[in-house]
């Protein structure tokens, strides 16, 4: 079950990497044909770059941050040749399709070689392995014997010497020549377990043989039902790869309408901007109306401003004929007429400081006039 789930794993991801690719093939051949131009080939296995291309990828990614600071970056041509490299510091998704193929190794060896190298002993532990060796030389040889009595830190021995009260018939320690003869005898018993274990080992053996021989033909069989497996896992493989095949088609007729639908959004697009462009056409005419607007309430204040000008005229007028009376009067009247003349004279001046003050505002309209026919100038311009 493991493995077949691991099969249809793969195949799912292959089936992924295969889309992925065929998608991105067709997006670089929509981004050619409508942004990119054909470059030229300057050695075999570059691809072809445009000058699109290399303003979007190898001015991020084409050349370090060092070589973009450089006195000569910019001057050779040959920057479009290199813009396939992919680096660190590329675009995002040029980045994750490098990610997405690759692929880590499984089920590394890793193995140590090398030689072990000796502990250096100190001289007291030198010492202490040449004491055990002599120990173990002389136990072996029968001249050291263990006694029965053990110490609580550890076991005690004797050294045997060749006296007369060890060669007596009252001595209970063994000699070294018995001691030889029970070692030869239990040599023997070992020999005897040992071949009594390797019978049963070849029994063992020959039992494992049979069993292997049985094992081989299982295999045999095993091997033709894999086969068997295989032809039916071809013919799987081969009915996906035929649905794979009727849901690409099904995929390219829904690319079509999309593409449609992209031709009709841009269209759509065309005309919002068309739409914007009459708005802002209608604000101006706006605006144009507002001081067109502006322009009359100004003629109006210069037409009053000009009957203005005729009332002056003719209060000049009066004050001339107000004058030749006055001479007239002083002629028949001193008295009177200096009185008359002395009231007269002041609202007379009252007169002329209000004619100052409206001669003083003619002015500013007259200013005001200039501005906004210059206005007018620079918005008919």
Same mark, same amino acid.
């Given at each position: ?36 131009? %054909?470059?030229?080939?300057? +050695?075999?296995?570059? %691809?072809?770059?445009? !000058?699109?291309? +290399? ?8 050349? !370090? ?7 000569? $970056?910019? =001057? ?7 813009? +396939?490299?992919?680096?660190?510091? $590329? %675009?995002?998704?040029? =980045? ?23 502990? @250096? ?12 060796? =002599? ?21 005690? +021995? ?9 060669? !007596?018939?009252? $001595?209970?320690? =063994? ?55 295989? @032809? @039916?896992?071809? &013919? ?39 739409? *914007? ?7 101006? &005419? ?23 000008? *005729?009332? @002056? ?18 002629? &028949? ?49």
């Amino acid at each position: 079950m493991k493995e077949k789930e691991k099969e249809k794993d793969k195949m799912e991801k292959e089936i992924m990497k295969k889309t992925n690719k065929e998608m991105e093939k067709e997006e670089k051949k929509q981004h050619i044909e409508n942004n990119c131009r %054909p470059g030229q080939k300057w +050695f075999k296995g570059a %691809p072809t770059t445009t !000058s699109s291309a +290399f303003a979007s990828t190898v001015a991020a990614a084409g050349s !370090s941050a060092r070589s973009v600071d450089s006195s000569d $970056s910019g =001057i050779y041509e040959l920057d479009d040749d290199y813009s +396939f490299v992919i680096t660190e510091n $590329s %675009p995002s998704e040029l =980045i994750r399709r490098v990610e997405m193929d690759f692929t880590p190794v499984e089920n590394l060896d890793l193995t140590v070689t090398g030689k072990q190298c000796p502990r @250096l002993l100190s001289g007291y532990q030198k010492a202490r392995q040449e004491e055990q060796a =002599i120990l173990e030389s002389l136990r072996e040889e029968g001249f050291i014997a263990t006694s029965r009595q053990k110490s609580g830190g550890g076991v005690a +021995f004797e050294i045997v010497e060749a006296t007369p009260v060890t060669e !007596s018939a009252t $001595s209970v320690k =063994i000699k070294p020549k018995e001691r030889k003869l029970v070692k030869e005898e239990e040599e023997e018993r070992k020999l005897l377990k040992e071949g009594e274990e390797e019978r049963k080992l070849l029994k063992e053996g020959e039992e494992e043989r049979k069993l292997l021989k049985e094992g081989e033909e299982e295999r045999k069989l095993l091997k033709e039902g894999e086969e068997e497996r295989k @032809l @039916l896992k071809e &013919g799987e493989e081969e009915r996906k790869l035929l649905k794979e095949g009727e849901e690409e088609r099904k995929l390219g007729k829904e690319g079509e309408e999309e593409r449609k639908l992209l031709k009709e959004g841009e269209e759509e697009r065309k005309l919002l901007k068309e739409g *914007k462009e009459e708005r802002k056409l209608l604000k101006e &005419g706006k605006e144009e109306r507002k001081l067109l607007k502006e322009g009359e309430e100004e003629r109006k204040l210069l037409k009053e401003g000009e009957e203005e000008r *005729k009332l @002056l005229k003719e209060g000049e007028e009066e004050r001339k004929l107000l004058k030749e009376g006055e001479e007239e009067r002083k002629l &028949g009247k001193e008295g009177e007429e200096e009185r008359k003349l002395g009231k007269e004279g002041e609202e007379e001046r009252k007169l002329g400081e209000r004619e100052r003050e409206r001669e003083r505002e003619r002015e500013r309209e007259r200013e005001r006039e200039r501005v906004n026919g210059e206005r007018r100038m620079r918005v008919e311009g």
